[in-house]
């Protein structure tokens, strides 16, 4: 099998009719690497996929596919395979049968596809399975043997359109191991699109995350999570209290911002938006809940916030407080459990600060849907 084909996407247009559903995508995804598209539904995440994999022809732009140019290229001319939501067994055929349907096409031997499908049977951990029909596994394993057929076809590249969705939650947070462990074992190059988060942040070398047909930002998981570079990014990905105001001061890479309580607040400029953001623009700045701490009473300053606690609720890993700031504003604060002691603060004013660099300030922009 033959490892490390990078996929190109230059100046990629694709329209439907007056409809722009992919607008001017540009995307480098290297050789092996597991690359996610992550974003809501209907923001062009399956357009993409069909464009790599030939189904459908961009409006403009190129895909390249090991650095060769696609255009012209059909789906089954090019290296890829596809996996769709709803995989579809063959219920009749036992498992090494379907594994090795593509080499029955084309004629090979029965030892020959028996040889190679327990081949394919060790890569996805299930040994010793050939002989049984899919009805006789779990919905697991039979998203395994889905993507043990599609690797039988020796492809460079393995598209994979949400395969999870389907499973149940506990089946789907098992499978990010091992569709991650598969991908390391064969070493080729997954492109993986989800609306999850989770799934994208647990599995990927790299996230392209999207917004109705825009690609936001193309970071590895850490990046996106601690350094988004828009407010759709940062209120996409986890959970993220946002803060709305002007640029007061630009401070290097940091800034004073202006919002509605009395008193300015510092922030970091995320680093995609540092030497572009100026005083006076209106800006968003983002802090997650776990970077926010219980300060003394009384506390003030630039990375202190005032709030009044409307309830709290005990997560096990985490204290969650659910507060009301200035103007109305919510903001959630999570505590983690370190088997400390904990006062209930239901109905109390309290003092949270954080650290300025946990504090990321975008342009103000478009916050993803609850
Ligand atoms: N053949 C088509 N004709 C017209 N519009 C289309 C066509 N295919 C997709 N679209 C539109 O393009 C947009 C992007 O669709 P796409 O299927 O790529 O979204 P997605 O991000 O994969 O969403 P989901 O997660 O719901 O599958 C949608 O608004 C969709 O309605």
């Not at 006789?136 to 076809?153: D, H, K, P």
């Not at 709030?307 to 103007?327: D, K, M, P, Q, S």
């Amino acid at each position: 099998m033959s490892a490390g084909v990078g996929v190109d996407l230059e100046n990629l247009w694709i329209r439907f009719g007056d409809f722009v559903a992919v607008r001017d995508a540009n995307v480098n995804i290297n050789g092996g690497d597991f690359f996610s598209f992550l974003g809501p539904s209907g923001c062009g995440k399956t357009t993409i996929l069909r464009a790599v994999s030939g189904f459908l022809e961009p409006s403009e732009g190129n895909v390249l596919i090991g650095g060769n140019n696609m255009r012209g290229i059909g789906p089954n001319k090019r290296p890829t395979a596809l996996i769709f939501q709803n995989l579809a067994l063959f219920p009749l055929m036992k498992v090494w049968e379907n594994i090795t349907f593509s080499m029955e096409i084309k004629g090979a031997s029965a030892a020959e596809r028996r040889r190679r499908a327990d081949e394919l049977l060790d890569m996805i951990a299930l040994p010793g399975q050939g002989d049984k029909l899919p009805s006789e596994l779990s919905g697991g394993q039979r998203q395994r043997v889905a993507i043990a057929r599609a690797l039988c076809a020796e492809p460079d590249v393995l598209l994979l359109d949400e395969p999870l969705s389907a499973l149940d939650l506990k089946l789907r947070q098992h499978m990010r191991t091992e569709l991650r462990e598969i991908q390391q074992r064969v070493g080729i190059t997954f492109i993986y699109i989800t609306h999850d988060q989770g799934e994208a942040l647990t599995m990927s070398d790299n996230i392209a995350v999207m917004r109705a047909g825009v690609i936001d930002q193309i970071a590895d998981g850490k990046t996106i999570y601690n350094d988004p570079n828009t407010a759709f990014a940062a209120s996409f990905v986890g959970e993220n209290n946002v803060f709305r105001g002007k640029i007061k001061q630009v401070m290097g890479k940091e800034a004073l911002i202006a919002t509605n309580r009395s008193g300015d607040l510092v922030a970091r400029i995320s680093t995609a938006n540092q030497g572009k953001m100026k005083e006076g623009d209106d800006a968003m700045m983002f802090i997650r809940p776990e970077a926010f701490a219980i300060a003394p009473d009384g506390a003030t300053g630039d990375h202190f916030v005032t709030a009044r606690v409307n309830h709290e609720e005990f997560e096990g890993n985490v204290f969650n407080i659910f507060t009301e700031g200035e103007g109305g504003k919510e903001i959630k604060v999570s505590i983690p459990n370190h088997g400390q002691s904990f006062e209930d603060h239901t109905g109390q004013n309290i003092t949270l600060e954080y650290e300025t660099h946990n504090a990321v300030i975008v342009p103000a922009g478009e916050l993803a849907a609850e």
